[in-house]
């Protein structure tokens, strides 16, 4: 928020109404001090005041934090552009989501593969590296399972008949069959089965 632009809206409503800075404070009960403080921007309205001051002012509290009378068409195209903005940050959001995936999916299969290794090679008693080998099953099981989570949450997958995108269950993860990040499942829209590749946007 532009702190400056706030305070030259403020005292320029407030003078609108015919009211002082000394006026204004009374009315809300603070010292003007407070107000010339608002009006320099110094500092903005406490949150407990806002609807008060937006009243007296004869404003909207997204005019004030605008620093400007926001009309429905500049309303609308600062909502739209507030959606993108969003959006954005969710797909720049998968994106990392989904490279940490691939982090500890494969730190899981070393912590898997390491204890294999040296049960394998290493010259213990058998029961020695059974334990050994079991040992690297609990942490690279919860590894995977993690890495799955991220994949079911992180974008979405597409169906290759009717390019349905669509977050499925992780039950449904679970159960497919895949191939990487290629997964066949039923479409929750057609009802048909295809190798469905996951994507980054919602957009069809």
């Known amino acids: ?22 006026q204004l404070a009374e009315k809300l009960n603070i010292t003007d001090r407070a107000v010339s403080k608002w009006e320099t921007g110094k500092s903005l309205p406490d949150a407990s005041l806002m609807l008060e001051l937006c009243d007296i002012l004869g404003i909207t509290v997204n005019d004030l934090l605008s620093g400007e ?15 993108i903005e969003v959006l954005k940050e969710k797909e720049n959001s998968d994106r990392r989501l989904l490279t940490l995936e691939w982090v500890i ?16 090679y290493a010259p213990l008693e058998e029961w020695k590296k059974l334990v050994i080998v079991f040992s690297g099953f609990i942490p690279a099981l919860i590894g ?8 079911q949450t992180a974008g ?24 990487g990040r290629t997964r ?21």
């Open 1 to 22: 928020m532009d702190q400056i632009k706030i305070g030259k809206f403020i005292a320029q409503r407030r003078k609108s109404v015919n009211l002082t800075q000394m």
């Open 69 to 83: 009378v926001v009309t429905m068409e500049s309303y609308n195209k600062e909502l739209e552009n507030k959606l």
């Open 105 to 120: 999916g494969g730190f899981s299969l070393l912590v898997l593969m390491v204890p294999i290794v040296i049960g394998a």
């Open 144 to 151: 995977f399972g993690f890495a799955m989570k991220i994949e």
């Open 156 to 179: 979405y997958y597409e169906c290759q008949h009717c390019k349905h995108r669509y977050v499925p269950s992780l039950k449904t993860m679970y159960l497919a069959p895949h191939m």
């Open 184 to 204: 066949k499942m039923r479409c929750p829209k057609c009802g048909k089965k295809s190798w469905q590749k996951k994507v980054i946007s919602k957009d069809e």
